[in-house]
């Protein structure tokens, strides 16, 4: 039987022995319903889509991601936390290794995960002092700054 990387990645969620939170659009949802995937959703928090902020907190509070995003990859250097990129290659090399690590859909899903909850304290303690490859969140200061001193120079 040829399952969709969905359902791979559902199943590897649903083997986690820790909890998931998964904010899911209404039409995953539903695609999940339509081809008999419901299942997989037992014994994962699904939640309904959340905000930008919201969402940032509550990776800030987790132990750790998991995800296809990009954006979420650059995110979680900034506010010290791991991502499981479950994808076959990343725009964004220079995160794994510190922040991240690739997996491709399958069980490495899982086995990373529940190694990874096995001492969450070392894990974050090892990525708390590692700087941001995208900087160090003050570029819209200086921004400001260079302008003031343009116009104020003038």
Same mark, same amino acid.
């Given at each position: 039987? +040829?399952?969709?990387?969905? *359902? #791979? #990645?559902? $199943?590897?969620?649903a083997a986690l022995d820790l909890p998931v939170i998964l904010p899911l659009h209404p039409r995953s949802l539903a695609k999940a319903g339509e081809n008999r995937m419901s299942?997989?959703?037992d014994g994962i928090q699904v939640i309904e889509p959340i905000g930008y902020r919201e969402f940032l907190g509550l990776g800030a509070e987790s132990a750790f991601l998991i995800s296809d995003s990009g954006g979420v990859q650059e995110e979680v250097s900034v506010y010290k936390r791991s991502v499981i990129v479950v994808r076959r290659s $990343? !725009?964004?090399? !220079?995160?794994?290794? $510190?922040? *991240?690590e690739l997996v491709e859909p399958g069980p490495a899903i899982s086995a990373l995960a529940q190694s990874w909850s096995n /001492?969450?304290?070392?894990?974050?303690?090892? +990525? &708390? /002092?590692e700087p941001s490859p995208y900087g160090d969140g003050s570029a819209s200061n200086q921004i400001v700054? !260079? +302008?003031? *001193?343009?116009?104020?120079? &003038?």
């Amino acid at each position: 039987m +040829i399952r969709s990387g969905f *359902a #791979i #990645i559902l $199943t590897q969620l649903a083997a986690l022995d820790l909890p998931v939170i998964l904010p899911l659009h209404p039409r995953s949802l539903a695609k999940a319903g339509e081809n008999r995937m419901s299942q997989l959703l037992d014994g994962i928090q699904v939640i309904e889509p959340i905000g930008y902020r919201e969402f940032l907190g509550l990776g800030a509070e987790s132990a750790f991601l998991i995800s296809d995003s990009g954006g979420v990859q650059e995110e979680v250097s900034v506010y010290k936390r791991s991502v499981i990129v479950v994808r076959r290659s $990343t !725009e964004r090399p !220079e995160v794994l290794g $510190t922040f *991240a690590e690739l997996v491709e859909p399958g069980p490495a899903i899982s086995a990373l995960a529940q190694s990874w909850s096995n /001492d969450v304290k070392q894990l974050h303690s090892r +990525i &708390a /002092d590692e700087p941001s490859p995208y900087g160090d969140g003050s570029a819209s200061n200086q921004i400001v700054n !260079e +302008i003031g *001193a343009l116009v104020g120079g &003038a």
